[in-house]
């Protein structure tokens, strides 16, 4: 496989994943019942950090690799807006996540999440948009 390609791969990944997230996944959490709530967000946290966590981990090493070898406008806005990513899940989204781990279903949380969650979601849209135009 032609490593050039290998970002702009990764990057459409979590496009499309974050864009699940916003408008299936997070949603649904208000259907769930209060009783099942508890287990099956166990689950899809610990499903979603098998795939999310190397995606991103990767995203991160390639975008530095470009940034290094083919420095840029486009690469390091690319850095910058994972570098904010970075910072929006760590800070907004794990700490919602924890809640409702230890809390249990509260549909505040789960509002705040889906709210707070478009940071990710357009960032990781931007870039992947400026990775295939650049």
Known sequence: MNITLLPDIIN????VLIWLV?????????SIGE???????????????FIASPLMLAQMALVLRLVFTQPGLPNFLMLSAIIIIWISSFSLSVPYHKKLL???????????LVRT????????TA???????S
Do not use: C, M
Request: glycine share 6%.
């Open 127 to 133: 870039v992947f948009l400026t990775g295939i135009v």
């Open 12 to 15: 459409f990944g979590l496009v």
């Open 22 to 30: 916003q408008l299936i996944i997070y949603p649904a959490f208000a």
């Open 35 to 49: 009783n099942e709530f508890a287990d099956w967000h166990r689950k899809y946290v610990k499903t979603i950090s």
């Open 102 to 112: 230890q809390s249990g279903k509260d549909q505040t949380v789960i509002s705040r």
């Open 117 to 124: 969650n478009w940071i990710r979601t357009i960032l990781w």
